[in-house]
């Protein structure tokens, strides 16, 4: 869905008088007429630092997931250093994308969750699939009160039987599962490579570990090559079903990157060489 | 104006008025069995089973408005445990939310305590679980447990048949559950269709009550509806009606002596002159 | 307590003549016949104990857990009315969680023992209420280490290097008195715990009793509170046992248990 309320179309003058502009800006302190009361209430219209595309994969016996640490502030790199894939309770694993603000909002809520979890000290109850079914909740209250927080989520990681869950969680509150996922640019470049692997869940079967982490790396490299708001260092978690565990590795780089293609682009407003 | 506590232990009593329910955990289901007192004989049965959830329900004895609100609080928090994690309402939390509801109070005036003690039976991510909720906010895990008019004398049939219990079969733990809630029976009384009911809960099987016609199977399983240990009592003279009897008086002692001045064992008139807990006179057998 | 029945104990919040408040020291008397509990404040954090009767033979074995969590990194033990302590946790659970959504970090273990304080006082107060009928001994560890408090009925906490309460809190403390604190590590502390309510419990032999033990240590948990693993709690209670035979003229026992602690 396009997020511009430009797009969506707008009541007729004719019925409704002239359309107020103001309506589509996020802040309603320079708008020209009137007082607070004629002005609808306004919320986030556009997220401010972002971080860009999560990408996951099943295979055979598990799940990889990929995250740079990387924090825009429109095309500036404000953060550098940004991890966005967080282990949650033993069985879960969360990548999050979008609002980085919002991102740590949706940090802190999971830290609760985590906390009131271990009033039950005997027993470990917070998993994947009950992770994932709170957080399209969450998601789907904050849109419906005009309030969304600004994120795509992908949750990987154990149901309570051990299977494995992964499920993608929107800013609208929507929720599906694939056996390949990716937000935002990541559904773009990545997710045509990840199918290329795993086209449906019969192909998770065929597809092992290192493959597995292989395909993702790859498209990490592609993400970083060809999405502008991307960077070369990422997390990459990885589950595996048979061990029932979660590793979250950090600062992994992006290998065998080749530039020097780059000298013969001309055409995008700097004069070449 | 007594105390808030002195009403708690009146609260108390107010369960033992009420008729007995019994309950039972193997490793693999919990069974409720309770018996139902009808106000008079062209009246219905009181409800003594209540589903919660499809993985839980409660039995009741006392206060049986008190145990509506209660169970229809638990309900709420099972269908906002459904909608918000997808999850099934943990049986641990479940009980511990209407024990700290019972605490309050018992701590602050301005309310009275419930008068009702439930057992809460349920399945959940942790296996089968019973426990017993009581309106001083005390919540606890049984292996078997009893509640209501006369209820020591299941509890003793329970203790001693407890190494049976976690092996046996849904129908085995049936069984033992009728059993010990024959052994509550005044003397003239019998179990039957219209005034046992049975609920069953456990892996593979939704929280189930059966009542009237579906008891009738369950019933069958007894050699006998009568309690045979009201004339076993008699015939035998072994140490063991002892323990039973000083049970019996001990545990509802203030419930009992003001209207059976130690009538043998436990067995006396089901508090027939004092008004029934639950609004109903004395069982009256079809 | 001459002015038993003078009207002055019915009420809360109304001091006898003497300057007494009944209520609260009737609280105090459901403290002092339940279950003894004790708390260990050792280098690498906290240990907690407690002595669970079994009342019933049909109660669930290893079930109905009694030691609580705050927060992950404060734990609590009580004796007295259970469903009471119940209530203080739950107030405790709420004091960490506001803490940290207003400063997003962890509480400290003083300021919400502080807090939980307050709150018991404020049960004394009031006709409308009644006191706590616990004595609460919370642990955990912070920036600044670890913490061992016990709140009373009244309101009133202290710090602690070693708390008891309950039924044998007398022999517990000699106990725990004999004891290198808060020099000793955890892990022995653990065994210590499980010798002192062994102990403890001679008085009460007829009844059975299970055993329940949980700490907070940078060493071993990561300042996470937590039972311990089910085989140190085994090897504990086997220590516990072995003490109680070996040693049943006091002295001696108790001898070899200082040098232990002492090396």
Same mark, same amino acid.
């Given at each position: 869905?396009?997020?511009?309320?430009?797009?969506?179309?707008?009541?007729?003058?004719?019925?409704?008088?002239?359309?107020?502009?103001?309506?589509?800006?996020?802040?309603?302190?320079?708008?020209?007429?009137?007082?607070?009361?004629?002005?609808?209430?306004?919320?986030?219209?556009?997220?401010?630092?972002?971080?860009?595309?999560?990408?996951?994969?099943?295979?055979?016996?598990?799940?990889?997931?990929?995250?740079?640490?990387?924090?825009?502030?429109?095309?500036?790199?404000?953060?550098?250093?940004?991890?966005?894939?967080?282990?949650?309770?033993?069985?879960?694993?969360?990548?999050?994308?979008?609002?980085?603000?919002?991102?740590?909002?949706?940090?802190?809520?999971?830290?609760?969750?985590?906390?009131?979890?271990?009033?039950?000290?005997?027993?470990?109850?917070?998993?994947?699939?009950?992770?994932?079914?709170?957080?399209?909740?969450?998601?789907?209250?904050?849109?419906?009160?005009?309030?969304?927080?600004?994120?795509?989520?992908?949750?990987?990681?154990?149901?309570?039987?051990?299977?494995?869950?992964?499920?993608?969680?929107?800013?609208?509150?929507?929720?599906?599962?694939?056996?390949?996922?990716?937000?935002?640019?990541?559904?773009?470049?990545?997710?045509?490579?990840?199918?290329?692997?795993?086209?449906?869940?019969?192909?998770?079967?065929?597809?092992?570990?290192?493959?597995?982490?292989?395909?993702?790396?790859?498209?990490?490299?592609?993400?970083?090559?060809?999405?502008?708001?991307?960077?070369?260092?990422?997390?990459?978690?990885?589950?595996?079903?048979?061990?029932?565990?979660?590793?979250?590795?950090?600062?992994?780089?992006?290998?065998?990157?080749?530039?020097?293609?780059?000298?013969?682009?001309?055409?995008?407003?700097?004069?070449?060489? | 104006?007594?105390?808030?506590?002195?009403?708690?232990?009146?609260?108390?009593?107010?369960?033992?008025?009420?008729?007995?329910?019994?309950?039972?955990?193997?490793?693999?289901?919990?069974?409720?069995?309770?018996?139902?007192?009808?106000?008079?004989?062209?009246?219905?049965?009181?409800?003594?089973?209540?589903?919660?959830?499809?993985?839980?329900?409660?039995?009741?004895?006392?206060?049986?408005?008190?145990?509506?609100?209660?169970?229809?609080?638990?309900?709420?928090?099972?269908?906002?445990?459904?909608?918000?994690?997808?999850?099934?309402?943990?049986?641990?939390?479940?009980?511990?939310?209407?024990?700290?509801?019972?605490?309050?109070?018992?701590?602050?005036?301005?309310?009275?305590?419930?008068?009702?003690?439930?057992?809460?039976?349920?399945?959940?991510?942790?296996?089968?679980?019973?426990?017993?909720?009581?309106?001083?906010?005390?919540?606890?895990?049984?292996?078997?447990?009893?509640?209501?008019?006369?209820?020591?004398?299941?509890?003793?049939?329970?203790?001693?048949?407890?190494?049976?219990?976690?092996?046996?079969?849904?129908?085995?733990?049936?069984?033992?559950?009728?059993?010990?809630?024959?052994?509550?029976?005044?003397?003239?009384?019998? &179990?039957? %269709?219209?005034?046992? !009911?049975?609920?069953?809960?456990?892996?593979?099987? #939704?929280?189930?009550?059966? $009542? @009237? *016609?579906?008891?009738?199977?369950?019933?069958?399983? &007894?050699? %006998?509806?009568?309690? !045979?240990?009201?004339?076993?009592?008699?015939?035998? #003279?072994?140490?063991?009606? $002892? @323990? *039973?009897?000083?049970?019996?008086?001990?545990?509802?002692?203030?419930?009992?002596?003001? !209207?059976?001045?130690?009538?043998?064992?436990?067995?006396?008139?089901?508090?027939?002159?004092?008004?029934?807990?639950?609004?109903?006179?004395?069982?009256?057998?079809? | 307590?001459?002015?038993?029945?003078?009207?002055?104990?019915?009420?809360?919040?109304?001091?006898?003549?003497?300057?007494?408040?009944?209520?609260?020291?009737?609280?105090?008397?459901?403290?002092?016949?339940?279950?003894?509990?004790?708390?260990?404040?050792?280098?690498?954090?906290?240990?907690?104990?407690?002595?669970?009767?079994?009342?019933?033979?049909?109660?669930?074995?290893?079930?109905?857990?009694?030691?609580?969590?705050?927060?992950?990194?404060?734990?609590?033990?009580?004796?007295?009315?259970?469903?009471?302590?119940?209530?203080?946790?739950?107030?405790?659970?709420?004091?960490?969680?506001?803490?940290?959504?207003?400063?997003?970090?962890?509480?400290?273990?003083?300021?919400?023992?502080?807090?939980?304080?307050?709150?018991?006082?404020?049960?004394?107060?009031?006709?409308?209420?009644?006191?706590?009928?616990?004595?609460?001994?919370?642990?955990?560890?912070?920036?600044?280490?670890?913490?061992?408090?016990?709140?009373?009925?009244?309101?009133?906490?202290?710090?602690?290097?070693?708390?008891?309460?309950?039924?044998?809190?007398?022999?517990?403390?000699?106990?725990?008195?004999?004891?290198?604190?808060?020099?000793?590590?955890?892990?022995?502390?653990?065994?210590?715990?499980?010798?002192?309510?062994?102990?403890?419990?001679?008085?009460?032999?007829?009844?059975?009793?299970?055993?329940?033990?949980?700490?907070?240590?940078?060493?071993?948990?990561?300042?996470?509170?937590?039972?311990?693993?089910?085989?140190?709690?085994?090897?504990?209670?086997?220590?516990?046992?072995?003490?109680?035979?070996?040693?049943?003229?006091?002295?001696?026992?108790?001898?070899?248990?200082?040098?232990?602690?002492?090396?």
């Amino acid at each position: 869905m396009n997020h511009d309320p430009f797009h969506w179309g707008r009541p007729s003058a004719d019925t409704y008088g002239e359309y107020n502009y103001n309506i589509a800006h996020a802040s309603n302190a320079d708008r020209s007429t009137s007082t607070n009361s004629e002005f609808p209430r306004m919320h986030t219209q556009q997220p401010m630092i972002t971080g860009t595309s999560v990408i996951a994969i099943k295979y055979n016996d598990g799940i990889v997931m990929a995250a740079d640490h990387m924090g825009s502030f429109g095309s500036l790199m404000k953060l550098d250093d940004l991890q966005r894939i967080i282990p949650v309770g033993k069985s879960a694993a969360v990548g999050i994308s979008g609002d980085i603000s919002d991102f740590q909002y949706l940090e802190r809520l999971l830290d609760d969750l985590e906390i009131e979890d271990s009033y039950d000290m005997e027993s470990d109850n917070l998993k994947a699939d009950y992770l994932s079914e709170y957080l399209t909740r969450v998601m789907y209250n904050r849109r419906s009160k005009m309030n969304p927080l600004w994120n795509a989520i992908i949750v990987a990681g154990f149901d309570g039987k051990g299977e494995l869950v992964l499920k993608h969680v929107d800013l609208l509150g929507v929720s599906y599962s694939s056996p390949t996922l990716a937000t935002g640019f990541g559904n773009h470049l990545a997710i045509p490579l990840l199918r290329k692997k795993v086209d449906s869940e019969e192909d998770v079967k065929k597809l092992s570990k290192e493959d597995a982490i292989q395909t993702v790396k790859d498209c990490m490299k592609v993400l970083f090559y060809r999405d502008a708001r991307s960077w070369n260092k990422y997390s990459l978690c990885v589950i595996e079903k048979s061990t029932q565990s979660i590793e979250i590795e950090k600062d992994v780089a992006v290998e065998g990157m080749r530039w020097d293609f780059a000298q013969h682009i001309t055409g995008y407003g700097i004069p070449q060489l | 104006m007594p105390s808030i506590a002195l009403l708690t232990a009146y609260a108390i009593e107010a369960i033992k008025q009420g008729s007995a329910a019994v309950g039972l955990v193997s490793k693999t289901h919990v069974v409720l069995a309770a018996l139902k007192r009808n106000a008079e004989e062209l009246g219905s049965y009181q409800k003594k089973i209540i589903k919660v959830d499809d993985h839980m329900g409660v039995a009741l004895a006392g206060l049986a408005p008190d145990a509506r609100i209660l169970s229809n609080y638990l309900r709420q928090q099972a269908m906002s445990s459904k909608m918000v994690f997808n999850r099934p309402l943990s049986l641990s939390k479940a009980v511990h939310s209407i024990a700290d509801k019972a605490q309050e109070n018992t701590q602050s005036a301005g309310g009275r305590p419930y008068g009702v003690g439930l057992l809460v039976a349920g399945y959940d991510d942790s296996g089968a679980h019973l426990y017993e909720f009581l309106p001083s906010g005390s919540v606890l895990e049984y292996v078997g447990a009893a509640i209501g008019a006369r209820s020591q004398a299941a509890k003793t049939f329970m203790e001693r048949k407890l190494e049976d219990f976690p092996d046996a079969s849904k129908e085995q733990l049936i069984e033992y559950a009728l059993t010990a809630l024959r052994d509550t029976l005044a003397q003239d009384k019998e &179990l039957n %269709s219209a005034n046992t !009911t049975v609920a069953v809960v456990g892996v593979d099987q #939704d929280f189930t009550v059966y $009542d @009237d *016609d579906d008891v009738e199977p369950w019933l069958n399983l &007894l050699d %006998s509806l009568a309690n !045979t240990r009201n004339t076993a009592l008699k015939e035998e #003279d072994d140490d063991e009606d $002892d @323990d *039973d009897n000083d049970g019996d008086k001990a545990a509802s002692a203030e419930g009992q002596t003001a !209207t059976a001045p130690a009538a043998g064992a436990g067995d006396s008139s089901d508090s027939g002159t004092q008004p029934s807990a639950e609004s109903e006179s004395m069982d009256v057998d079809p | 307590m001459t002015s038993i029945g003078t009207g002055y104990d019915l009420s809360n919040s109304v001091f006898s003549p003497d300057g007494r408040n009944f209520q609260v020291e009737y609280a105090s008397k459901a403290v002092e016949n339940a279950g003894t509990s004790i708390g260990i404040k050792c280098k690498d954090g906290i240990v907690l104990a407690t002595e669970k009767i079994v009342s019933s033979k049909l109660l669930a074995p290893g079930k109905n857990k009694k030691i609580q969590t705050i927060d992950r990194h404060v734990g609590v033990v009580y004796s007295g009315l259970i469903p009471d302590g119940r209530h203080f946790v739950n107030r405790g659970r709420d004091e960490a969680q506001s803490f940290k959504s207003l400063y997003k970090e962890p509480m400290g273990l003083e300021g919400l023992i502080s807090r939980l304080g307050y709150y018991v006082q404020a049960y004394t107060c009031y006709n409308s209420v009644r006191p706590f009928g616990i004595n609460a001994i919370v642990g955990g560890v912070d920036d600044s280490g670890a913490h061992l408090y016990m709140v009373e009925p009244s309101g009133v906490y202290w710090g602690y290097m070693g708390a008891a309460t309950g039924k044998g809190r007398q022999a517990a403390k000699a106990e725990l008195e004999k004891l290198d604190l808060p020099n000793i590590s955890c892990k022995d502390a653990v065994k210590e715990a499980a010798r002192i309510i062994h102990l403890v419990h001679e008085d009460n032999k007829d009844k059975d009793y299970e055993l329940e033990i949980s700490w907070v240590s940078t060493e071993e948990t990561g300042g996470v509170h937590k039972f311990v693993p089910a085989d140190l709690l085994e090897e504990a209670k086997k220590y516990a046992e072995e003490e109680a035979e070996g040693g049943s003229d006091s002295d001696s026992g108790s001898d070899s248990d200082s040098d232990e602690e002492m090396e």
